[in-house]
């Protein structure tokens, strides 16, 4: 990622009371894509940056986001830390792709004077360091053990469907729909319940990231204390796809199944037989079903099937996909018994395995590992705009995941219309999302993860006790 | 774990003998260690060592002795970057073998209580509800042993520790791991405790450190200092001084052959600047001059090959006024009288050189790729060539020298590399028995017909296999 590192040349809080300043100027009138076929055509009227102004001055749920990433500092309690929301680093990009990183502010108060007088195209967030990072400067070359250093950040996820584009049949690159979402769903059933049965982890926020992916925040306190070498082992674990070669992809599967691996497998396996295969149609034509026979280390095997599906299409019942499924483990299933029989228990190994590597190759979560192996990667904030598809992005309850539809997520321009239908007489003061489409993601945040998140804040606040368990002493 | 220093009256004799008693225990693993020891070979031989150097004797308890030597050490291995690394490891492969040798399964589990590490051993009904897992892991590991054991209701000594402490063992899904604990077999358990007992020594040694610079040196300067100073730079295998000294007959004409045939990369390195650029920096002249002694070139023969290399730049007499007093001065013929041994590898890869400067061990001083042409060039076989990079790349940088050696004389190394003259010493070995007309290897001046044997029957060492 290009980016400028200047410091903010101007106090952000010096325009707070000043509001939104710049009108519309003469080349701001660019329309988004797909902002004038959402259901809010309504609002076309405004430009780009117009509909980000009133996002940003009325639908930006601030008090909600300040309160998360507060973590119960924002708290009079004994043990709140005040300096904490101001250690962390926000990244601010204009347009002109000018990136301004190590923003930082004191409270919500502060940030959202700054968001509104700069009207960011996109906010990243950073890490939490030991020193806020607009003062950082005052403390470098202090010698090591001040310098201005991370300590703390979310353990963060990025998954792309651009990294499915070769097992993916509806489309391409930036495309999404809701024939390529269950990958993103089964990722993030796979991942959530990897996170939580395994690491224990509870406090996880799922989020649309505007385009074709998902992000996950894991915001546990143990989460956000881990190291970098922490954070690359439980990606690592995740990790079973190792990228490609040669057209076929690269599976870190051991002779038999971690069980963890092995719980994957078996999310995996239903969502390929009841909705990738029938929706990608993998095995309908020949191009797609060669990549799929090619797992199979048999040349007899898929000589047969090969024949059989291409001498026309068998009059099935039922999904053509699914049925030649179907059909390919009984056939991988008859050779391995005969290979079984003949004693040749390599052979039978490679063929057990093929189902198995198929389903992995196709749908298993294809993680962006450098995102989440550092501490201080960027990552864009919830709530922010996408600025190519006007989209918000939204959380996504991981326990409906296979719901969410990726058409129905609010644009700026839709939100601004439905604004427009609001009720007058609505208090002036407070969160206008409610009003919106906003209101039924909002809630989501949080019942799936704020109200949990600030109850352990207040929790571990109260309990020196519970922090010890977490953090086992190590003074010996 | 040695938490506390040992407090009592240790007397200077009993402090410095203690001291090097442990060191023989420390080098004797780096050892065993360069000839490829592992596992319980290396337990073995760890046992032995112990056993010979540590277990105090009359009136001196082994813990005593045990805890003053460490402590001792920790002094003398304080104080640069490179001497608490070479003590940190070899301390933290001692702690290992002694805790699996000395400790039986349940004085570890009190060994771990006592301090106070965070790892609990897991109740008998906790492994039962996961007991299919945990032997799926076993399984997928490989580990069918532990596998079977554990569905046969056996094997059932499990420790839980945070997941954050293993992350290699969470990255290669080596573990079982539910609601942010790893499940540890008994046996994982010990690399686990070391890894706690480095990192406790670590950081120990960098308190230790400033606390030395600041006022212990100063305090001590009559007492413990010279110790200290001396123990961090001992060397105690054969010092290829002047009593080793094997023979005395090599002529300065014959350098460039041997230098091809049986140099380490970093006296190659160093004669083929002076060769070059008919110069060498201080740093230089003294390692070279001395592995050049060491090697068994007398010391008029050493002016004779100086005063040539240095020709084309320098007149003889300027030569001679300049650094003839330095060579004679290592030969022990002016200044103090004492005459200087070689440096050892220790010393050679410790020295940091500077611009300019070539009198540091390659493998640890170069980039991969420099190291990797150096060798192809010296004909190390490819293999081993790769071998000794990322041995190199790894740390090890002696290791990486035996793969040179072993590359380029094509038979194992028995003895692993731990000096400069050992190297040639073995290189000769090995090439005067493999070609029994050995005189040929020597062209320029064919040796006096007793020299070769003196030469074998003053080396009854480990015989050097041929491939
Ligand atoms: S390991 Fe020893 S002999 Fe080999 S190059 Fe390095 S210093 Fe020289
Ligand atoms: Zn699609």
Redesign the pocket.
Known sequence: MPTTDQPAEQDPLADAQAGPQNGPGAGDTDMLEGASDGPAAAATSFSRDELLKIYYGRLFPFEEFAKWLAYGHDSKHPRADATFFQRREFCFTLDGDIFIRYQSFKDKAELQAAVNSRQPAKIDIGPLYNVPPQRRNAYSGLGSERAFAPVERELVFDIDLTDYDDVRTCGKEGHICQSCWPLMALAIQVLDRGLREDFGFQHILWVYSGRRGVHAWVCDARARRLTDEQRSAIATYFAIYKGQENGVVKLALTQTLHPSVQRAYTLLEEAWRERILPEQHLLEDEESWQGILRYIPDEDVREKLQGRWSSGRQNVEGNINTFRWLDLAAEVEKARASAQRSKDFSGAHGLRRACEEIVFAHAYPRLDMEVSKKMNHLLKAPFCIHPKTGKVCIPIDPAAADEFDVDAVPTTSQLVAELNNAPADRPSKGSDWQYTSMAAPMQSFSSCFLESLVASNRASMNSQVQSAVAAPSLAW | MYKNPPSGDVSLADFEIFAVDRLRVLKGIEEAKSKGQRGEQLQGTVKDLVDKHLKGGQNVAAAWKDAVSHFVLRLAYCRTEDLRRWFLAHEADLFLNRFREELLGDEQADFIQQNNLPYAMMQPKEVEALVDDLAAVAFSVGNSGLGSDLRNGQGRHFYKVAFEQVPDLVAGRRVLIRGGWAFLPRSDIASLVVGHFRAHLSKALVVTARRWAASLAEEEADRLTPIVDSLSSRYLGPDFGEARLLRSDITADQIPILAKQSF????QNMYQHLHEDHHLRHGGRLTLGLFLKGIGLPMDESLRFWRAEFAPKMPGDKFDKEHGYTIRHNYGKEGKRTSYTPH??VK??SATPGQGDYH?????VWEKEAVRAALQKMKVTPGKVEEAVNRAKGGH??L??AS?WEGAHRCPCDTG????NQ?FEESRKTLEAKDTKAKSALPATPLPAGAKQQFQLASPSTPMQTA
Not at chain 2, 264 to 267: D, G
Not at chain 2, 417 to 420: E, G, M
């Open positions: 380490p990369l970093c006296m050892s590898c050679i890869i540091g061990c390659p493998y640890r940088f002696q990486a020298c040179a590399i731990n000096h400069p190297y």
